[in-house]
């Protein structure tokens, strides 16, 4: 995800220095830095949000920078996921569902969905020999509860009203790309040309770096440093920030 000497220009924490034990967003990014170098899992990065979204933002670029953070870190994990053939995992993260409930006709409370299970498969002890499309439409409501994470945060980030309208569009770029490279590298599994080994042939081999993701963590870096420049120094500028928002802060 991200080498070490990527992050010795981003926010640490100095010896000496307590800003960063006195303001939580210093000590929360400097989380982050080292989650990016400890290849985070989804799991990880569900947990950062969760608590950011619980901090008091009194602060509302940092607040939202942070976000961004985040969101660059899960991207980029979806990316080498994909670049990697872990189709599963990329998958995980960019379109399905972290929690899915399912209502049974007379039941008021749901059941959580196997998220690596079709509905047949789990419910097959209740459909028997009906025909499984026919019984999950007439027995069965089903209830997105928390959207995979990537499309949760861009969620966040659009509706947020001060993230810089060129910046979530890159975000849609990547996601695209990623969406792209799961589809390759699934054709290249179903007709037995991806493995741990390799393809045999130089020009199938140079087709295949050509549609990796290969992401890297310029933004993350570049974000770290602005918010520590915004706490440290008040500095409010940064380009994944609208202008109106940063002219209404200076």
């Known amino acids: 995800m991200l080498s070490s000497s990527s992050l010795s220009s981003v926010a640490v924490d100095p010896a ?8 939580p967003w210093l000590a929360f990014n400097r989380q982050l830095n080292r989650l990016a170098v400890t290849l985070p899992t989804e799991a990880d990065l569900c947990l950062a949000l969760d608590t950011a979204l619980e901090m008091e933002a009194d602060n509302p670029s940092v607040y939202w920078l942070t976000l ?7 991207i980029n994990l979806a990316g080498d996921y994909a670049d990697s053939g872990e189709v599963c995992a990329a998958g995980d993260i960019l379109v399905n569902p972290r929690r899915i409930d399912v209502y049974l006709r007379g039941k008021t409370e749901p059941i959580q969905k196997d998220r690596h299970c079709g509905l047949s498969e789990q419910f097959a002890w209740a ?18 509860k928390r959207k995979a994470l990537l499309p949760h945060l861009q969620d966040l980030l659009s509706a947020s009203g001060y993230v810089d309208s060129s910046y979530l569009d890159g975000i849609e770029r990547r996601l695209s790309l990623i969406a792209d490279t799961i589809g390759f590298m699934c054709a290249l599994e179903s007709v037995g040309n991806f493995g741990h080994v390799g393809p045999s042939i130089e020009s199938d081999q140079a087709l295949i770096e050509d549609r990796r993701c290969r992401f890297t963590a310029r933004r993350f870096v570049e974000m770290g440093e602005e918010i520590e420049r915004m706490i440290l120094s008040g500095n409010h500028r940064s380009r994944f920030l609208r202008p109106a928002f940063l002219k209404r802060l200076s």
């Open 127 to 144: 459909i028997g020999d009906e025909d499984p499309v026919a019984w999950l439409m007439r027995e069965t409501q089903v209830r997105i």
């Open 68 to 74: 961004s953070r985040i969101a660059e870190l899960a």
């Open 16 to 23: 000496g220095d307590s800003s960063f034990s006195r303001d």
